[in-house]
């Protein structure tokens, strides 16, 4: 006989292996619709297929594939993941490649915008962008 307990864990493993409550909560949080609370925000996104809901106070976040149920966290512990169910994992993949990556990208650099300008305006250090690749701090000849 199999031991479930076993698998189950293996499951879980390949959730946060996979990175899915991360990727799935940036997706509702940067491409949903927020529903205000006493604490925090319930954030939904849904695209036909594929819903996703999180709520942003608890680390709760459900998400469904053609109505049914294939991902949930409860309070930060996984409760139901179905790698099983074919399209989803590829669809949380690809929004989050390909929509909220580039969000994450913008918000970085304005960020950094943001960090260099203080430095100008508080300290009078003037610090140049770094170029991609660079390892910021790290002089070369």
């Not at 942003?56 to 930060?76: K, S, Y």
Request: hydrophobic fraction near 35%.
């Amino acid at each position: 006989m199999v031991d479930v307990s076993f698998l189950v864990e293996q499951r879980k493993r390949d959730a946060r292996n996979r990175r899915i409550y991360v990727k799935a909560s940036e997706i509702a949080h940067r491409l949903g619709r927020a529903s205000p609370k006493k604490h925090g925000c319930l954030w939904f996104y849904e695209d036909g297929e594929l819903f996703i809901g999180w709520d942003d106070f608890a680390p709760n976040l459900w998400i469904r594939w053609n109505g049914l149920q294939v991902f949930d966290v409860h309070l930060g512990d996984v409760t139901c993941y179905r790698p099983d169910v074919e399209g989803w994992i590829q669809r949380v993949e690809e929004l989050y490649s390909s929509r909220v990556l580039p969000l994450l990208e913008a918000e970085r650099e304005r960020e950094e915008l943001r960090r260099i300008h203080e430095l100008a305006e508080k300290w009078g250090i003037v610090a140049e962008k770094p170029q991609p690749g660079s390892t910021p701090g790290r002089w070369e000849p």
